[in-house]
């Protein structure tokens, strides 16, 4: 398996898995929205063979009162159900996060399984004084320091891109 950033012919299949991951198209759609609208994304496919299995997106979001706090937000990761639970989306997510790592950013959020995302250093966000914009549990709106120390005194609410709002729970 190969892990690598998408490329303009991978559209389609990233389109694809997102579907047949998530059983609906929102997820697609928003991906498609966020590749036109937000500069600044991380994209990335992991391949198998000639194929496209798993799909994670990384975007920056804004934390309210720190305009110099470079955060990225997770979202949508998806993987092909016939390659769930075989280390693709654990792949994708490291890559991911180094990605994240090599750009600057200090932290990166994910509103995600709380019992998925702890292996990768994730802790819900409120630890840090940090809220979701969206009314979630505290155990699913979780964030990762990439630099230790950069949340230190950060707190308020994380903001995302106007895009996710057309996406239903």
């Known amino acids: 398996m ?6 303009e012919r991978d559209r389609a299949a990233v389109h694809a898995v997102n579907v047949v991951a998530f059983g609906r198209s929102d997820e697609a759609e928003l ?15 992991a391949e198998e063979g000639e194929a496209v299995v798993g799909h994670i997106l990384f975007t920056p979001v804004t934390l309210g009162g720190h ?3 470079s955060i990225m937000g997770l979202a949508p990761m998806a993987v092909a159900p016939d390659h769930q639970r075989s280390g693709v989306g654990s792949a994708l997510v490291r890559a991911g996060l180094e990605r994240c790592r090599e750009r600057g950013a200090g932290a990166v959020v994910v509103l995600g399984h709380g019992e998925y995302y702890p292996r990768f250093g994730f ?47």
């Open 2 to 7: 190969l892990i690598r950033p998408e490329e």
């Open 31 to 45: 991906v498609a929205a966020l590749r036109a609208q937000v500069p600044g994304a991380i994209s990335l496919v």
């Open 67 to 69: 305009p110099g706090l």
């Open 123 to 169: 802790a819900p966000a409120s630890r840090f004084g940090i809220a979701s914009e969206y009314d979630v549990p505290d155990d699913v709106f979780l964030i990762v320091e990439l630099q230790p120390g950069c949340l230190a005194s950060a707190s308020g609410t994380i903001r995302y891109h106007a895009a996710f709002g057309s996406v239903s729970a």
